[in-house]
């Protein structure tokens, strides 16, 4: 018998905030789905949206970009990039039919609780969606 479909995300974690907020839920022993497999990134502003666009064409169900809350980057302004660039993204991701398949969010080193939400919320917003129709190999559109 097989077990329900359970879906599989792509978390790029910004190391300063998300990811050590990340860690904060872990040894507080804050209950989150196992969903998400973390990539920790220097800067959500680093994060280049073909990433974003690979991990779902290589089979990902949905992606959480994550980084410090705006003012607080400890690059300065490279949550302000990531914003800039994401939101470019998001009307790319809706002609692809993918808009909803990727979550972008803003959680600091002290909010474990909130990482734990964020991921929450993530996990059952592609649940809802069921798997990614987009997959290495398999053809979305009819090339005749």
């Known amino acids: ?3 329900p479909w359970e879906p599989k995300i792509v978390a790029f974690l910004c190391h300063w905030c998300s990811y050590a907020g990340a860690d904060l839920a872990g040894v507080s022993r804050i209950q ?7 990539v920790r990134v220097p800067c959500s502003g680093s994060v280049d949206p073909l990433y974003i666009l690979k991990a779902l064409r290589e089979g990902a169900d949905g992606v959480l ?3 410090c809350h705006p003012g607080d980057c400890h690059y300065l302004s490279g949550n302000y990039f990531a914003r800039r660039k994401f939101l ?3 009307e790319l991701l809706a002609l692809l039919g993918l808009r909803d398949r ?3 969010s803003w959680v600091s080193a002290s909010e474990g609780q ?7 919320a993530v996990t059952e917003a592609v649940r809802s969606l069921g798997p990614n129709p987009l997959r290495e190999g398999e053809s979305t ?4």
């Open 88 to 90: 470019v993204l998001h």
């Open 32 to 38: 989150y789905p196992p969903n998400i497999r973390v």
């Open 102 to 104: 990727v979550h972008f």
């Open 114 to 120: 909130r990482f734990a939400d964020v991921v929450k």
């Open 1 to 3: 018998m097989n077990s």
């Open 141 to 144: 559109c009819d090339a005749s």
């Open 65 to 67: 970009v994550s980084g």
